[in-house]
């Protein structure tokens, strides 16, 4: 039996309501990140019972509040490592951690590594550090932005496309794109782009997927997409949102699965593209390789 437009309109303003009570305990907790609060405060911020504030951040936010706290510590606490030479127990005291011992396992276990190697690097790697959660973020995880994640094997497949290296990402990514459009005109199931990188620096191909024998002409060059394990899942949005469901992807689904993915590729194929305007709404399948 299908829902009736007031009823998805009363469950829609429910949601809502649930996600900006949910905001208010975030914002209170990223105030508060070097401060010993409880979960008990954060309830409070939120107008709830500590009952149903715990079974509601759950739900909507998919970590329990204190995961999510320890999880925000532990990220700006190795922003730190890296960006100041201040000693390693004065930034542990600072979020709250009472040794540099309890510090070092809790950030081993986020890492998977320690704080002494971790400081040795000049960039942390790719979605290592879990952003604020903000509340555009949480309605498009709770409102239809991301389909179900599934594992897959993919077989390799051969993409002829165009290379632009990601400097402005939305502008280049835009541009390139529309380059691919003009030129091209495969059916859109066949529209891939790779996202990845290189020296740390990143790259994005736009192009449409083509059989082995053909051969690369300018300005088109030819890249292979790797058989494998893939997490498959879908993005449904503006092609901006895509961050909020490869933040998800790194940040929840993982913590939750423990299933380590690879963070130098990104595969997507691109339904429904036209011109790749800000407004325009998009069906992309997400596929990231597993290590």
């Not at 542990?92 to 320690?114: I, V, Y």
């Not at 997927?209 to 002409?217: D, F, R, S, T, Y």
């Not at 394990?229 to 901006?240: A, D, N, P, V």
Request: with cysteine; aromatic share 10%; charged share 25%.
């Amino acid at each position: 039996m299908k829902s009736s437009p007031r009823h998805n309109a009363t469950n829609d303003s429910q949601m809502l309501a649930h996600i900006k009570s949910m905001q208010r305990a975030i914002s209170f907790m990223e105030l508060h990140l070097q401060e010993n609060i409880m979960i008990g405060d954060a309830a409070e911020a939120a107008c709830c019972s500590l009952f149903h504030f715990c079974r509601t951040f759950n739900r909507i936010v998919r970590h329990t509040p204190y995961d999510y706290l320890m999880r925000r510590r532990l990220s700006e606490a190795a922003r730190q490592l890296i960006e100041t030479d201040r000693k390693i127990i004065e930034i542990a005291l600072d979020f709250q951690f009472n040794s540099a011992e309890g510090f070092s396992r809790a950030f081993r276990r986020m890492f998977q590594t320690t704080p002494t190697e971790w400081r040795k690097q000049t960039i942390p790697p790719a979605h290592s550090m879990m952003p604020l959660i903000t509340e555009e973020y949480l309605r498009h995880i709770n409102m239809g932005g991301i389909g179900p994640v599934v594992m897959k094997k993919k077989e390799a497949m051969q993409v002829k496309g165009m290379t632009v290296w990601l400097e402005n990402e939305p502008v280049d990514i835009k541009l390139v794109w529309q380059r691919v459009l003009a030129l091209e005109q495969s059916s859109s199931e066949k529209r891939f782009a790779i996202r990845g990188y290189e020296d740390n620096e990143p790259f994005y191909i736009a192009g449409v997927l083509v059989p082995e024998n053909v051969i690369g002409q300018p300005p088109w060059g030819l890249t292979t997409i790797p058989a494998g394990m893939y997490i498959c899942c879908e993005h449904h949005g503006r092609y901006l949102a895509l961050d909020f469901t490869r933040r998800f992807l790194f940040h929840t689904w993982k913590a939750k699965t423990g299933v380590v993915m690879r963070t130098d590729l990104e595969i997507q194929q691109m339904h429904d593209i036209k011109s790749m305007r800000d407004d325009e709404q998009l069906t992309i399948n997400v596929w990231i390789p597993l290590e």
